[in-house]
């Protein structure tokens, strides 16, 4: 007894270290005590009671999906996905790559308190970059079935190809291959795309395809070319696909310091608002938040507030990257501008250093990215300093990954 109490101290001990270290690497300011990097596991209270859940057809896949379903790559604790499908929500996604893949194992260690039939599961993998298409399509396979352990399951009811950001992604001969037979197979039931860049064009081929089912797309209210993504929503779900909504929250807060968070319930009731997404997966990680989220699906008329509150904020360029790319042009050292601010958004606006971390991993970028400019005249579109923000998020590559969860 007193060796376990003494794991679960030095535990403890851990991750107020590790948030800690997080507010160091990523420059904590005005003297905010950081957040923890993940949750801290807490006790489960009793289920929310089963409000109004509205839900829709997810395409021609016929399920029946909550239209707020459980975005799951921040959370570490299986009592919150125990407490949602408590309450009402059935859809849950995860992917591959999220925690190194803890998350996986988590949502799998929450779906054995219920029905497996229940729950409406989705993970992502993403298309392997190298090699031929023999060894993409093993190495794919390989991935899945990673997955689907981590999951403790024999299917998932959506595998979507992750991160495809164009119309030749979208038609990969070999993914196509190995997709079409991992649905004969049975290990998915269904299968989808999911986009953060050029929307409408990665849908509209996932439509043409005829092979994908289901698109996850972000979609939100602070792109600039949210209504070109709608009217591509709204063709792809005419002709029979199911569309999912991701990046919902746009960014969570309008500042860095998260002393002006975004209006989550206006944010969510304004993507729903389009019948043509069926479903959507903001991330949660509190038993407060969803609860706000369960509200959401109680009525979907934005109040006179709540519009305002999605008017864009003077002098605030927020955290959400809409990925245009309208910046690489721009830059004279060909930075991965588009990706830089995305690991931005997840270290301050998700509070994830682990993910940012994983997504600088990934780029091949010197040890200054901007040491050879004595000034930066990139014009973002959104308005973000984008020097500022490139030496800020590029000095976490120095901290140690396993400790930033």
């Known amino acids: ?63 029946n999906v909550s239209i707020v379903g459980m975005g799951v790559m921040n959370a ?34 929450a779906l054995k308190t219920v029905k497996r039939d229940a729950v409406v599961l989705a993970t992502k993998v993403p298309p392997p970059g190298e090699g031929d298409a023999t060894r993409r399509k093993a190495r794919y396979l390989d991935m899945l079935e990673i997955s689907l352990r981590r999951l403790a399951t024999e299917y998932v009811d959506i595998l979507y190809l992750h991160n495809v ?23 998915a039931r269904f299968i989808g795309v999911s986009t953060h860049s050029n929307e409408p064009e990665v849908i509209r081929a996932a439509k043409d395809s005829g092979v994908f089912d289901v698109v996850l797309t972000a979609y ?11 009217k591509a929503i709204v063709e792809a779900a005419g002709a029979g696909l199911g569309i999912v909504a991701m990046k919902t929250q746009a960014g969570v807060y309008w500042d860095r310091e998260r002393l002006l968070p975004i209006n989550m319930t206006a944010a969510l009731k304004w993507v729903l608002q389009e019948p043509g997404v069926h479903t959507s997966i903001p991330g949660f990680t509190t038993f407060d938040q969803l609860e706000a989220d369960l509200k959401v699906m109680a009525g979907l008329e934005l109040t006179p507030a709540e519009a305002l509150d999605l008017d864009e904020q003077p002098g605030l360029a927020g955290l959400y990257c809409q ?10 050292a060909a930075l991965p501008i588009p990706d830089l601010m995305r690991s931005y958004m997840y270290a301050y606006g998700y509070r994830n250093p682990g993910l940012a971390h994983d997504v600088l991993a990934e ?40 400790l930033l969860g």
């Open 1 to 63: 007894m007193g060796d376990k109490s003494n794991s679960m101290e030095r535990r403890t001990l851990l991750k107020a270290g590790l948030a800690g270290l997080a507010g160091v690497a990523l420059g904590t300011s005005c003297g905010r005590t950081p957040e923890p990097v993940t949750q801290s596991p807490e006790p489960a209270p009793a289920p929310a009671a089963k409000g109004p859940v509205m839900t829709r057809t997810l395409g021609r896949t016929g399920l």
């Open 76 to 109: 570490d604790n299986p009592r919150l996905v125990e407490a949602a499908l408590a309450a009402g929500i059935n859809h849950v996604d995860t992917a591959h790559g999220y925690q190194n893949g803890r998350n996986e194992e988590m949502v799998g260690q």
């Open 165 to 187: 950001s164009s119309r030749a992604g979208v038609f990969d001969e070999a993914m196509l291959e190995v997709a079409a037979g991992i649905k004969q197979s049975g290990k």
């Open 220 to 230: 939100n209210f602070r792109q600039d070319h949210r209504a070109e993504v709608r």
């Open 323 to 332: 990925q245009c790319g309208q910046c690489r042009p721009q830059c004279p």
């Open 363 to 402: 780029l091949d970028l010197p040890g200054d990215p901007c040491v050879g400019c004595a000034t930066c005249d990139i014009r973002c579109a959104k308005g973000f300093p984008v020097r500022e923000r490139i030496r800020d998020i590029a000095r976490l590559r120095g901290a140690p990954r396993d």
